[in-house]
Protein backbone atom coordinates (compact mmCIF):
# COMPACT_ATOMS: atom_id res chain seq x y z
CA UNK A 1 0.00 0.00 0.00
CA UNK A 2 1.22 3.33 -0.84
CA UNK A 3 1.13 5.95 2.08
CA UNK A 4 0.80 9.72 0.70
CA UNK A 5 2.51 11.24 3.40
CA UNK A 6 3.24 15.53 3.07
CA UNK A 7 4.17 17.95 5.30
CA UNK A 8 5.47 21.70 4.74
CA UNK A 9 7.01 22.55 7.78
CA UNK A 10 9.20 19.51 8.51
CA UNK A 11 11.12 17.07 6.60
CA UNK A 12 9.50 13.39 6.55
CA UNK A 13 12.35 10.87 7.34
CA UNK A 14 12.58 7.21 6.86
CA UNK A 15 11.78 6.68 10.55
CA UNK A 16 8.18 9.01 10.50
CA UNK A 17 7.57 7.01 7.53
CA UNK A 18 7.95 3.56 8.79
CA UNK A 19 6.17 4.67 11.79
CA UNK A 20 3.59 5.22 9.80
CA UNK A 21 2.67 2.54 7.55
CA UNK A 22 3.25 0.43 10.52
CA UNK A 23 -0.18 2.04 12.04
CA UNK A 24 -1.57 1.87 8.60
CA UNK A 25 -0.46 -2.02 8.28
CA UNK A 26 -2.72 -3.00 11.58
CA UNK A 27 -5.87 -1.15 9.78
CA UNK A 28 -5.28 -3.40 6.93
CA UNK A 29 -5.92 -6.38 9.47
CA UNK A 30 -9.26 -6.00 9.14
CA UNK A 31 -9.86 -7.05 5.97
CA UNK A 32 -11.27 -4.03 4.34
CA UNK A 33 -9.36 -2.49 1.29
CA UNK A 34 -7.99 1.17 2.63
CA UNK A 35 -8.06 3.01 -0.78
CA UNK A 36 -5.11 6.13 -1.22
CA UNK A 37 -4.56 6.46 2.47
CA UNK A 38 -3.15 10.49 2.94
CA UNK A 39 -1.36 12.24 5.61
CA UNK A 40 -0.77 15.40 6.52
CA UNK A 41 1.50 16.36 9.20
CA UNK A 42 1.60 20.55 9.95
CA UNK A 43 3.31 21.85 12.69
CA UNK A 44 2.08 24.91 15.23
CA UNK A 45 3.59 26.36 18.16
CA UNK A 46 5.34 23.56 19.77
CA UNK A 47 2.57 21.06 18.67
CA UNK A 48 2.57 18.67 15.87
CA UNK A 49 -1.01 17.93 14.15
CA UNK A 50 -1.05 14.90 12.05
CA UNK A 51 -4.04 14.50 9.54
CA UNK A 52 -5.49 11.32 7.99
CA UNK A 53 -7.69 10.27 5.04
CA UNK A 54 -9.14 7.24 4.01
CA UNK A 55 -10.96 5.85 1.45
CA UNK A 56 -13.21 2.87 1.41
CA UNK A 57 -15.23 1.30 -0.81
CA UNK A 58 -18.57 2.69 0.37
CA UNK A 59 -17.27 5.48 2.93
CA UNK A 60 -14.26 7.58 4.14
CA UNK A 61 -12.46 8.08 7.57
CA UNK A 62 -10.97 11.11 8.61
CA UNK A 63 -9.11 11.47 11.73
CA UNK A 64 -6.64 14.44 13.07
CA UNK A 65 -4.63 14.64 16.64
CA UNK A 66 -2.50 17.32 17.83
CA UNK A 67 0.31 16.82 20.71
CA UNK A 68 3.97 18.17 21.42
CA UNK A 69 5.55 14.55 20.29
CA UNK A 70 5.24 13.20 16.99
CA UNK A 71 4.88 9.87 17.74
CA UNK A 72 2.58 10.25 20.14
CA UNK A 73 -0.01 12.05 18.19
CA UNK A 74 0.56 9.10 15.35
CA UNK A 75 -0.37 6.41 17.64
CA UNK A 76 -3.30 8.47 18.61
CA UNK A 77 -4.43 8.91 15.14
CA UNK A 78 -4.23 5.13 14.59
CA UNK A 79 -6.19 4.42 17.56
CA UNK A 80 -9.01 7.04 16.25
CA UNK A 81 -8.91 5.36 12.84
CA UNK A 82 -8.90 1.90 14.09
CA UNK A 83 -11.97 3.04 16.03
CA UNK A 84 -13.60 4.43 13.22
CA UNK A 85 -12.95 1.28 11.00
CA UNK A 86 -14.23 -1.00 13.21
CA UNK A 87 -17.57 1.59 13.53
CA UNK A 88 -17.90 1.09 9.68
CA UNK A 89 -17.11 -2.44 9.87
CA UNK A 90 -20.00 -3.64 12.39
CA UNK A 91 -22.09 -1.36 10.79
CA UNK A 92 -24.39 -3.72 8.72
CA UNK A 93 -24.75 -6.15 12.25
CA UNK A 94 -26.01 -3.00 14.24
CA UNK A 95 -29.61 -3.64 15.90
CA UNK A 96 -30.23 -0.10 14.41
CA UNK A 97 -29.41 -1.24 10.52
CA UNK A 98 -31.86 -3.92 11.23
CA UNK A 99 -34.84 -2.02 11.99
CA UNK A 100 -34.03 0.75 9.64
CA UNK A 101 -35.87 -0.53 6.77
CA UNK A 102 -32.83 0.02 4.22
CA UNK A 103 -31.54 -3.56 2.42
CA UNK A 104 -29.05 -2.70 1.30
CA UNK A 105 -27.07 -2.62 4.48
CA UNK A 106 -28.94 -6.14 5.31
CA UNK A 107 -27.90 -9.91 3.80
CA UNK A 108 -29.81 -11.40 0.81
CA UNK A 109 -31.56 -14.06 3.16
CA UNK A 110 -32.77 -11.44 5.52
CA UNK A 111 -34.75 -9.86 2.97
CA UNK A 112 -38.70 -11.26 2.69
CA UNK A 113 -39.42 -11.64 -0.85
CA UNK A 114 -43.19 -12.35 -0.33
CA UNK A 115 -43.08 -15.84 -1.14
CA UNK A 116 -43.89 -18.34 1.18
CA UNK A 117 -40.75 -20.46 2.46
CA UNK A 118 -40.32 -23.96 3.14
CA UNK A 119 -41.13 -23.42 6.58
CA UNK A 120 -44.62 -21.71 6.05
CA UNK A 121 -45.50 -24.90 3.94
CA UNK A 122 -44.76 -26.44 6.66
CA UNK A 123 -46.69 -24.43 9.04
CA UNK A 124 -49.50 -24.50 7.08
Known amino acids: MIIDITSKTISIT ?8 ARFEKLEKNQIPLISP ?3 ITTD ?5 VEAKI ?25 KLER ?5 QDKPNAHRASRSGKDFLRSPTDIDDGEPSSEDEQAA
Open 38 to 40: KVI
Open 84 to 88: QLHRF
Open 14 to 21: PTIREHIA
Open 55 to 79: NLPNGQLFASDEHQDLSVAINNLGQ
Open 45 to 49: NKKVK
